[in-house]
Nanobody
Framework: QVQLVESGGGLVQAGGSLRLSCAASGLAFTINAMGWYRQAPGKQREFVAGISIRSGTNYADSVKGRFTISRDNGKNTIYLQMDSLGPEDTAVYYC?????????WGQGTQVTVSS
């Protein structure tokens, strides 16, 4: 019943930008902090950015100053504006609760940054 549908990924050159979206359903969106996570090939999934129910934000050091997380409670959607992308940002990006309290993950959206 829970659906987390990520979109907006693609192939960009280093220095470029992407805006990711995550539409959540079957989840008490307005009473959950939400976040973005990513997993590069051969590496563990890692936290990228989180946003509280009151829109306070937290970022991994690796993306701070380059990425911006936001939420639209009316649309049950969170966003990740990604600027100044580099090859190190190449990964599958996922949205989920923040912090993670369950095992459910959506299919993610692939972000590939060429050098």
């Amino acid at each position: 019943q829970v659906q987390l549908v990520e979109s907006g990924g693609g192939l960009v050159q280093a220095g470029g930008s992407l805006r990711l979206s995550c539409a959540a359903s079957g989840l008490a969106f307005t009473i959950n902090a939400m976040g973005w996570y990513r997993q590069a090939p051969g590496k563990q999934r890692e936290f990228v950015a989180g946003i509280s129910i009151r829109s306070g934000t937290n970022y991994a050091d690796s993306v701070k100053g380059r990425f911006t997380i936001s939420r639209d409670n009316g649309k049950n959607t969170i966003y990740l504006q990604m600027d100044s992308l580099g090859p190190e940002d190449t990964a599958v990006y996922y949205c989920n609760k923040y912090p993670i309290t369950w095992d459910y993950w959506g299919q993610g959206t692939q972000v590939t940054v060429s050098s």
